[in-house]
């Protein structure tokens, strides 16, 4: 049987000059990866440990994330190499044990044309910021986890005339006389056993979205000797889906239209060195707003949060950080992280599609090279995994008959039309375009959105003021078309939450993306949160907007509502002053003489806030610089 030993305690952490003591998930970017001024620490780091060798014949060290590479000496002898920041990688250190054992691992996110990512609009932490184990094998035969750092057993499925088939692979390393056995559970209920892996269930319990998001479990015994010398298992889940040019996304058969966020894994005060703790309250938010898919942006995410996906039913786009910037010199790495992406979460029911890039087109240098590796990684997706589409997210300027935006099954675009550019309508005008040029095309909308900082406001919000306010503005026009667009297979806000940026100087706080309808420490909900929970949840609530807005002038106080009700009623001073019947926003204007309560009311919801009335323009609110640098050298 194997076990499991958590090396996470006691590092020995140095930059070449001092050492100090640390607990991995950790980062040395942590401040300054967010601070601005695109000079965030990018060099070598060590992590030193020593640890007794653990009873057992075989002995693999487990790395879960190390941004961006990682090389690993047991006892001063080199073990691996790993080159890819997001995902896990094992290598066995059996031969290398002493006794006593010093674990090395030098850890670099500097810049260089091998590795991806090396331009984007965010910051690429340094460090081991997720966990690092032992896996301990006590026989010589046993399933291989040295298999891309996967979990050893691939759960294939599908659901054919009403039955779900199941087919259970496993390596296994030093067979010998070793037998494998399989089993499929319900629950606590065993559905299925045999030796051959291959299963038919008839009226399977479908994973069902939202709605119902049932997991199967697996499990694989080696028997050797007539004991058992390894087991593993695995979740899984029985669902179909399908894509329609004009109709959108269809899940086991019914319409299910994809409308939800994109989502960077770190956060205020941490970076990337995040725990379960931060990844479920991630998780209850996004499932708050009432979302249905989630883009994981831009790299492979822990794997706990896949299984959290599939655990409440969020429908994903799983991707790597093949982005921005074609590196003809990183051709191998972006297939070998592809590789370890869809072998890594093959399992989960929630993945429906790989994404093989994001803006790769933003630079006009090696065309040639970038179509032909495009067409070779969404090859290798079909070839590793022809149960799951393809997609990417193309840059609005790649243009509506650009050819990479024709290889993979899907494609969404990233457009921020209304905010890096002016008018709203060009959305419009640019789908009506691309579908009039590509008729037969399958399209989604990846990236929308615009910045809104808590502190700013303005009772005339305009483009480019950093308001609450015109964050707001912007997104309910984007929600008002995509229910004119009923044929967009997935839409994806930008962002769930705010994230860093080094390179950004933007809303009077440097080093940030204010994008998020959440901010960087997922303490503040923004008002458009509250637009989309309004849409999306079926929570019954009621909020008023620009509460933060407290101190206005003018004769006028124009009140925002948003509320899944369909009746609001307003008082002024504890007096109903309106009644409105509407759908999810709402607008009142009340004359504004003084310091005045509002509060809105919707059955049994009540919210609430005061304002006063000035002289003069508070000036906290207004923007008072913005300085976007150039993140794209």
Same mark, same amino acid.
């Given at each position: 049987?194997?076990?499991?030993?958590?090396?996470?305690?006691?590092?020995?952490?140095?930059?070449?000059?001092?050492?100090?003591?640390?607990?991995?998930?950790?980062?040395?970017?942590?401040?300054?990866?967010?601070?601005?001024?695109?000079?965030?620490?990018?060099?070598?780091?060590?992590?030193?440990?020593?640890?007794?060798?653990?009873?057992?014949?075989?002995?693999?060290?487990?790395?879960?994330?190390?941004?961006?590479?990682?090389?690993?000496?047991?006892?001063?002898?080199?073990?691996?190499?790993?080159?890819?920041?997001?995902?896990?990688?094992?290598?066995?250190?059996?031969?290398?044990?002493?006794?006593?054992?010093?674990?090395?691992?030098?850890?670099?996110?500097?810049?260089?044309?091998?590795?991806?990512?090396?331009?984007?609009?965010?910051?690429?932490?340094?460090?081991?910021?997720?966990?690092?184990?032992?896996?301990?094998?006590?026989?010589?035969? +046993? &399933?291989?986890? @040295?298999?891309?750092?996967?979990?050893? !057993?691939?759960?294939? $499925?599908?659901?054919?005339? %009403? =039955?779900?088939?199941?087919?259970?692979?496993?390596?296994?390393?030093?067979?010998?006389?070793?037998?494998?056995?399989?089993?499929?559970?319900?629950?606590?209920?065993?559905?299925?056993?045999?030796?051959?892996?291959?299963?038919?269930?008839?009226?399977?319990?479908?994973?069902?979205?939202?709605?119902?998001?049932?997991?199967?479990?697996?499990?694989?015994?080696?028997?050797?000797?007539?004991?058992?010398?390894?087991?593993?298992?695995?979740?899984?889940?029985?669902? +179909? &889906?399908?894509? @329609?040019?004009?109709?959108?996304?269809? !899940?086991?058969?019914? $319409?299910?239209?994809?409308? %939800? =966020?994109?989502?960077?894994?770190?956060?205020?005060?941490?970076?990337?060195?995040?725990?379960?703790?931060?990844?479920?309250?991630?998780?209850?938010?996004?499932?708050?707003?009432?979302?249905?898919?989630?883009?994981?942006?831009?790299?492979?995410?822990?794997?706990?949060?896949?299984?959290?996906?599939?655990?409440?039913?969020?429908?994903?786009?799983?991707?790597?950080?093949?982005?921005?910037?074609?590196?003809?010199?990183?051709?191998?790495?972006?297939?070998?992280?592809?590789?370890?992406?869809?072998?890594?979460?093959?399992?989960?029911?929630?993945?429906?599609?790989?994404?093989?890039?994001?803006?790769?087109?933003?630079?006009?240098?090696?065309?040639?090279?970038?179509?032909?590796?495009?067409?070779?990684?969404?090859?290798?997706?079909?070839?590793?995994?022809?149960?799951?589409?393809?997609?990417?997210?193309?840059?609005?300027?790649?243009?509506?008959?650009?050819?990479?935006?024709?290889?993979?099954?899907?494609?969404?675009?990233?457009?921020?039309?209304?905010?890096?550019?002016?008018?709203?309508?060009?959305?419009?005008?640019?789908?009506?375009?691309?579908?009039?040029?590509?008729?037969?095309?399958?399209?989604?909308?990846?990236?929308?959105?615009?910045?809104?900082?808590?502190?700013?406001?303005?009772?005339?919000?305009?483009?480019?003021?950093?308001?609450?306010?015109?964050?707001?503005?912007?997104?309910?026009?984007?929600?008002?078309?995509?229910?004119?667009?009923?044929?967009?297979?997935?839409?994806?806000?930008?962002?769930?939450?705010?994230?860093?940026?080094?390179?950004?100087?933007?809303?009077?706080?440097?080093?940030?993306?204010?994008?998020?309808?959440?901010?960087?420490?997922?303490?503040?909900?923004?008002?458009?949160?509250?637009?989309?929970?309004?849409?999306?949840?079926?929570?019954?609530?009621?909020?008023?907007?620009?509460?933060?807005?407290?101190?206005?002038?003018?004769?006028?106080?124009?009140?925002?509502?948003?509320?899944?009700?369909?009746?609001?009623?307003?008082?002024?001073?504890?007096?109903?002053?309106?009644?409105?019947?509407?759908?999810?926003?709402?607008?009142?204007?009340?004359?504004?003489?003084?310091?005045?309560?509002?509060?809105?009311?919707?059955?049994?919801?009540?919210?609430?806030?005061?304002?006063?009335?000035?002289?003069?323009?508070?000036?906290?609110?207004?923007?008072?610089?913005?300085?976007?640098?150039?993140?794209?050298?």
């Amino acid at each position: 049987m194997r076990n499991y030993i958590n090396l996470n305690k006691d590092w020995q952490f140095s930059d070449g000059v001092n050492t100090e003591t640390v607990s991995v998930p950790h980062t040395w970017n942590a401040i300054d990866g967010a601070d601005g001024g695109n000079d965030y620490v990018r060099a070598k780091r060590t992590y030193t440990k020593t640890f007794a060798r653990p009873k057992g014949k075989v002995v693999y060290l487990e790395v879960k994330g190390a941004n961006s590479s990682a090389s690993v000496y047991v006892n001063g002898l080199f073990a691996t190499v790993h080159h890819g920041g997001f995902s896990t990688f094992r290598v066995d250190i059996t031969d290398l044990l002493k006794d006593e054992n010093e674990l090395k691992i030098e850890v670099d996110n500097i810049a260089t044309e091998k590795v991806y990512p090396q331009t984007a609009d965010f910051t690429f932490f340094g460090g081991i910021y997720r966990d690092v184990n032992l896996i301990v094998l006590d026989e010589a035969s +046993y &399933f291989d986890p @040295d298999f891309c750092g996967s979990q050893g !057993l691939k759960v294939t $499925s599908s659901v054919e005339n %009403g =039955v779900g088939k199941v087919r259970l692979e496993a390596n296994i390393v030093g067979a010998g006389q070793a037998q494998a056995h399989y089993y499929i559970y319900d629950g606590e209920t065993l559905v299925a056993e045999n030796d051959t892996g291959v299963f038919e269930i008839e009226n399977p319990h479908l994973w069902d979205g939202l709605k119902d998001p049932h997991m199967y479990s697996a499990k694989a015994t080696l028997t050797l000797g007539g004991k058992v010398a390894d087991e593993i298992t695995a979740l899984f889940g029985l669902r +179909y &889906f399908s894509v @329609d040019k004009d109709k959108g996304f269809f !899940l086991n058969g019914r $319409s299910y239209p994809l409308r %939800g =966020v994109c989502r960077h894994q770190d956060r205020k005060g941490k970076g990337y060195a995040i725990g379960k703790a931060e990844h479920d309250e991630d998780m209850q938010i996004i499932l708050e707003i009432g979302a249905n898919t989630i883009r994981l942006a831009h790299y492979q995410h822990d794997d706990y949060f896949y299984d959290l996906c599939d655990k409440y039913g969020l429908v994903v786009w799983a991707e790597i950080p093949y982005i921005s910037r074609h590196m003809p010199e990183a051709n191998a790495n972006a297939e070998s992280q592809m590789k370890e992406l869809i072998t890594q979460e093959y399992n989960h029911p929630s993945i429906v599609t790989w994404g093989v890039s994001n803006e790769i087109t933003m630079f006009n240098k090696h065309r040639k090279d970038m179509l032909e590796e495009h067409v070779k990684l969404n090859d290798m997706c079909h070839q590793m995994d022809p149960s799951r589409l393809t997609t990417l997210a193309c840059y609005a300027a790649c243009g509506p008959t650009n050819k990479v935006g024709k290889i993979t099954d899907l494609v969404s675009w990233n457009l921020y039309l209304g905010w890096y550019v002016p008018f709203f309508f060009l959305n419009d005008g640019w789908f009506w375009l691309y579908r009039v040029l590509n008729p037969k095309r399958i399209i989604g909308m990846s990236e929308y959105g615009a910045e809104g900082m808590p502190n700013l406001h303005s009772v005339s919000p305009r483009r480019g003021d950093n308001t609450e306010e015109y964050q707001c503005k912007y997104h309910e026009y984007m929600l008002k078309f995509f229910a004119r667009n009923p044929y967009l297979w997935a839409t994806h806000v930008w962002n769930m939450y705010d994230f860093a940026a080094d390179a950004r100087n933007q809303g009077g706080e440097p080093g940030m993306n204010h994008k998020g309808l959440v901010t960087y420490d997922r303490k503040t909900r923004k008002d458009a949160f509250y637009l989309y929970k309004a849409y999306w949840s079926e929570e019954k609530f009621i909020h008023l907007c620009g509460k933060r807005f407290v101190n206005r002038t003018g004769g006028k106080l124009n009140i925002k509502v948003y509320t899944n009700e369909p009746t609001v009623e307003l008082y002024v001073d504890d007096k109903l002053v309106e009644t409105q019947n509407g759908d999810k926003v709402f607008n009142f204007s009340v004359p504004f003489k003084g310091t005045t309560k509002i509060t809105v009311k919707a059955g049994d919801l009540t919210d609430e806030a005061t304002f006063n009335k000035v002289a003069t323009k508070d000036r906290s609110y207004i923007l008072t610089k913005t300085d976007t640098k150039n993140w794209q050298k």
